[in-house]
């Protein structure tokens, strides 16, 4: 039994060149992009950019709670490579109203059998809704332009909310 548990971690060593670590090489953006995905806060009601300029990365978007803001903030500074962060996140006002738009829009949108079935399982959302001051935004892609179109009808849909954007894509 030693001996092969010796063996395997032989094989292990002598599989990895020297000076470089088992862990996959991840470039800059593949992680910031993964560190914004991985925000335990981060929902279908926030959405999240960034640029990268050398070490330096900008962070846009609009999100709900303060607290993403700063989480989103504190998850790039830890990714290998980056050397500065600017925020320019936009944390929306906090309105009741809003807040009920936002909950008839998802239902209105993932509420479509058609959409619930293709984009609303999964841990990161495909369409996004933004709200803010009874405006609602639809961003995301989607396979096609009939799904484009369904969403954009069925958020139009909402009572109370004053106009509504999609701007969805599709995939190519």
Do not use: C, H, W
């Not at 094989?11 to 953006?29: D, E, F, Q, W, Y």
């Not at 962070?59 to 490579?81: I, N, S």
């Amino acid at each position: 039994m030693r001996r092969s548990v010796y063996f395997l971690t032989m094989v292990a060593m002598l599989a990895i060149p020297a000076g470089m670590s088992a862990k996959p090489v991840r470039s800059t953006s593949e992680s910031v992009r993964r560190e914004l995905a991985m925000l335990p806060r981060y929902g279908v009601f926030d959405t999240l950019a960034y640029q990268i300029d050398g070490g330096v990365v900008t962070l846009t978007g609009q999100v709900t709670e303060p607290v993403v803001q700063a989480d989103a903030e504190a998850a790039v500074r830890r990714v290998d490579g980056v050397t500065k962060v600017i925020d320019k996140i936009e944390v929306l006002p906090l309105s009741p109203f809003d807040n009920r738009i936002r909950l008839a829009a998802y239902r209105a949108v993932y509420g479509a059998p058609s959409l619930s079935a293709r984009y609303g399982l999964g841990a990161v959302p495909a369409i996004r809704i933004i709200v803010k001051n009874g405006r609602v935004r639809l961003e995301g892609v989607v396979a096609n332009e009939a799904d484009r179109v369904v969403a954009g009808m069925r958020a139009n849909s909402v009572a109370g909310a004053f106009e509504v954007q999609n701007e969805l894509t599709v995939a190519r």
